[in-house]
């Protein structure tokens, strides 16, 4: 099992629809998770940490699911800026490196 | 606030030339200093990282090397470049274990 997992889609959804990203991970020790957001020819840019109980900002809602060892990020009423490619991120609590998943990309169509 | 800066932007070598590429960052005392190469359509991968001035740390075995000279320098280095060198690169900081912010990378092409 790979250290972190996303699907790579293509997600091609409507503008306004709600789309949702799951990014699983293989070690049940890791403490910390990110969500990063990454444009074409660009730099990754951090979206959101993951936090226990969940977390909201704006149109975005990140959770987690230690049980079954995944997080998620749901974007609500999606706009064509949304467009990108999402990365998950994980520190496996062994150092101070963290996993990047190869990425989801988003499109959203007019 | 904090920023990182990376420098060049882009590049374009010949195979076997040599490399330099470098990081600073602003803001910020003994953060911890990571580079990553990304292929076109691949992930990021983690080449080397650092804890502090002088302390390098090697994930993968390969032609380049890194050095950290001063506390918020990071500086990737090839005595001689081979064709899959070519892609972006990245460098990033961090506090411990918390999130890593990204410089705005260099866009590497070996000919």
């Known amino acids: 099992r790979k250290e972190v997992e996303q699907d790579p889609g293509p997600f091609n959804v409507p503008e306004g629809a709600t789309v949702a990203f799951n990014c699983t991970y293989s070690n049940s020790a890791s403490q910390s998770f990110f969500w990063y957001r990454q444009d074409c020819r660009k730099e990754p840019k951090l979206l959101m940490s993951v936090y226990s109980s969940g977390n909201e900002d704006g149109r975005f809602t990140a959770q987690l699911n230690r049980a079954s060892q995944y997080i998620s990020l749901l974007i609500r009423d999606s706009k064509l800026s949304d467009s990108a490619t999402y990365l998950c991120a994980v520190n496996m609590n062994r150092d101070d490196k963290i996993i990047f998943g190869k990425g989801t990309r988003l499109h959203i169509l007019p | 606030s904090q920023t990182i800066h990376q420098w060049p932007a882009t590049l374009v070598q010949p195979v076997g030339s040599p490399l330099s590429l470098e990081c600073t960052v602003e803001?910020?005392?003994?953060?911890?200093l990571y580079w990553y190469r990304q292929a076109a359509g691949r992930g990021l991968q983690l080449l080397f990282y650092?804890?502090?001035?002088?302390?390098i740390s090697s994930e993968v075995p390969q032609n380049l090397s890194a050095s950290r000279p001063q506390d918020r320098q990071f500086i990737l280095s090839s005595k001689k470049l081979l064709l899959s060198d070519s892609g972006f690169y990245l460098c990033?900081?961090?506090?411990?274990?918390?999130?890593?912010?990204f410089g705005p990378g260099t866009r590497l092409t070996v000919l």
């Open positions: 650092s804890v502090g001035i002088g302390q």
């Open positions: 803001g910020t005392s003994n953060p911890n």
């Open positions: 990033a900081w961090s506090v411990t274990r918390n999130e890593q912010f």
